[in-house]
């Protein structure tokens, strides 16, 4: 005859009934997210500012060509580089698909 004991873990937060019950987060304005009538406002708003251009550049080649990728409008013209900044991953990406021969995934880029 063997004999053995048994030990009971309760591991709080799963399967309890606990307090409180499911308790969702309200969006809060640090979350990004703008309403409809809101992202409509800053397009009319920005639709009357000068579009500037964004170029990209292969930093391992020999040619000082810079590539064209499109156009980038901000408030007065004066975030122009944060906006830059802020979207380089999807002008990188953007940069790829017009230009596939010139830029691969390897090469590094200057905004």
Same mark, same amino acid.
């Given at each position: ?30 979350? =990004?997210?703008? +309403? ?7 397009? #009319? *708003?920005?639709? @009357?500012?000068?579009? $500037? ?16 990728? =499109?156009?980038? +409008? ?7 580089? #944060? *906006?830059?900044? @802020?979207?380089?991953? $999807? ?21």
């Amino acid at each position: 005859v063997s004999s053995w004991s048994s030990t009971r873990l309760f591991a709080g937060g799963f399967g309890g009934k606990g307090s409180g019950g499911s308790k969702k987060k309200k969006r809060s304005a640090l979350d =990004g997210k703008l +309403k409809p009538k809101q992202q409509w406002d800053r397009y #009319l *708003a920005l639709k @009357r500012e000068p579009k $500037i251009r964004v170029a990209v550049r292969c930093k391992e080649d020999e040619s000082d060509e810079w590539l064209e990728v =499109g156009r980038v +409008k901000t408030q007065d013209s004066q975030y122009t580089e #944060l *906006a830059v900044a @802020r979207q380089r991953a $999807i002008i990188a990406e953007h940069a790829k698909r017009l230009y596939p021969l010139q830029i691969s995934n390897k090469k590094t880029l200057e905004w």
